[in-house]
């Protein structure tokens, strides 16, 4: 298929768009950051969206473009409603004129996260936040313009290599760094999600014509505190100290409100027999031997 892709510099599409190609599909990928094999595309700006999209001709539009940083969506709500909202608007709109399947990539953080077992496709979202509420939104606006469109909301991301800014990223950069002492929070639960594994099970959902909205996590829950013991533990670094703290220590750089627990079964993947993704943990090693540090770290 000719696929579209946007936000293709993130650090989610460093795996998905080589899966594709992999796969034999013709893949333009864009960007606001252009350069390194990716194409100009504000999704912001519907002329210019639809200009490059109806030159293009898609089979699918893979929309990734967001703003993903939770504390600056939340001090800057305009900003977030505008990329993640409008630009998914944009997305769907384009979509439904061209006749063109959309896939989009939501999040955990749709939910309110008191609920103690782990959200499914079935449960109502309830974003705490400005981020979670601006992805909701992009998730609506294509339910309600789109005939043929895959929801799939993905967890705590993992991989990226240098694209890479989340947790992981932050951990080994600290012990990177010399650091002898690292803190991570115990009262907040997720799933992660690795990007690889994530990219192959997309992969293959778009070429079942099962529509609809999905999870995509990696298998069992963990606290931050639990993602950074398991890092120390791949590294062999019995010499740096781990500290339990809750969130409360972390306030002053990460203020926005994030839900208790973000954990997601992929329901619908295991109702049809086609979960594959791997659990947190080996996908964690997958990742850090894939960097090939374990020495250097």
Same mark, same amino acid.
């Given at each position: ?23 034999? *599909? ?5 960007? $606001? /950051? ?6 100009? !595309? ?20 893979? *929309? ?10 939340? $001090? ?23 006749? @063109? ?10 939910? =309110? ?15 705490? /936040? ?10 609506? #606006? ?5 005939? =043929? ?31 002898? *002492? ?8 997720? @799933? ?12 293959? !959902? ?59 079964? /992929? #329901? ?30």
């Amino acid at each position: 298929m000719k696929i579209l892709v946007t936000g293709a510099a993130g650090m989610l599409a460093e795996s998905l768009v080589p899966e594709l190609r992999k796969k034999g *599909h013709n893949v333009l990928a864009t960007d $606001i /950051n252009a350069g390194a094999g990716c194409s100009f !595309l504000d999704v912001r700006n519907y002329e210019k969206f639809l200009q490059i999209a109806s030159a293009f001709k898609p089979d699918f539009i893979f *929309h990734l473009a967001a703003e993903t940083d939770v504390d600056k969506c939340q $001090i800057q709500p305009d900003y977030a409603f505008e990329n993640n909202a409008i630009g998914t608007y944009n997305a769907a709109l384009i979509a439904k004129k061209l006749k @063109t399947k959309l896939l989009y990539v939501s999040t955990a953080g749709v939910f =309110d996260g008191k609920k103690a077992e782990p959200y499914t496709e079935l449960d109502k979202p309830n974003p705490i /936040n400005i981020y979670g509420a601006s992805k909701l939104a992009g998730e609506e #606006y294509i339910k309600d313009l789109v005939d =043929d469109f895959y929801i799939v909301r993905a967890g705590w991301m993992v991989g990226g290599g240098e694209k890479d800014k989340k947790f992981v990223h932050k951990i080994l950069e600290q012990i990177k760094s010399g650091a002898k *002492h690292i803190y991570a929070v115990t009262d907040k639960f997720g @799933t992660p999600t690795y990007a690889p594994a994530f990219s192959e099970m997309v992969t293959t !959902l778009i070429e079942t014509d099962f529509f609809g909205l999905y999870h995509i996590a990696c298998k069992n829950k963990a606290s931050r505190f639990d993602v950074a013991k398991e890092i120390l533990e791949i590294l062999g670094r019995t010499d740096i100290e781990l500290h339990p703290v809750d969130s409360s220590y972390f306030n002053k750089d990460y203020f926005a409100p994030r839900p208790a627990s973000e954990v997601m079964r /992929n #329901y619908m993947l295991e109702l049809r027999k086609m979960d594959k993704m791997p659990t947190w943990q080996d996908a964690l090693k997958d990742y850090i031997y894939s960097l090939h540090i374990v020495d250097r770290y």
